[in-house]
């Protein structure tokens, strides 16, 4: 699927349905350059999930947890800093197993190795200045389920 977003606005809207749609165990992996709107994009996500925090890039603490909707937490991780995920990849295999969390992943190459197969992968393309195209992949039953509904 691709959705093409004309404005930061737009991102956040689009962010905050998808996070309607997130259920325990799902995975989100984020792709794109730096200043892509991966951030921009979990913010509306923290929305749909009825974070109340003002959430904010994990870039240089890797990780941020959010209290969500329904006993859910949100885990947001950004591994661009890591040349090495070292016991990080520990602490993300443990989250990803966690029924209650919610995993958002920025720079998910550096732990491909932990990454679940049933993700939802959102790769961001800059066509333009504020323009975004967002190619939205699924596979398996989690992420399969979510993007139908998109």
Request: proline share 3%; glycine share 10%; hydrophobic share 40%.
């Amino acid at each position: 699927m691709i959705k093409e977003v004309k404005s930061e606005k737009e991102m956040k809207i689009f962010g905050a349905r998808l996070g309607a749609l997130l259920v325990g165990g799902a995975v989100v992996e984020l792709v794109g350059d730096v200043g892509a709107g991966k951030t921009t994009l979990t913010k509306g996500i923290a929305v749909g999930l009825g974070v109340n925090e003002d959430v904010q890039s994990p870039s240089f603490t890797i990780s941020r947890v959010y209290e969500a909707r329904d006993g859910l937490n949100l885990a947001h991780y950004d591994f661009y800093r890591l040349q090495d995920a070292g016991i990080m990849a520990d602490e993300l295999n443990e989250a990803i197993h966690h029924p209650t969390s919610i995993i958002i992943i920025e720079w998910g190459s550096i732990v491909e190795g932990v990454l679940p197969i049933d993700r939802l992968t959102i790769k961001i393309e800059s066509p333009a200045e504020s323009d975004r195209r967002l190619t939205i992949m699924s596979n398996g039953p989690i992420s399969q389920s979510i993007e139908e509904k998109l």
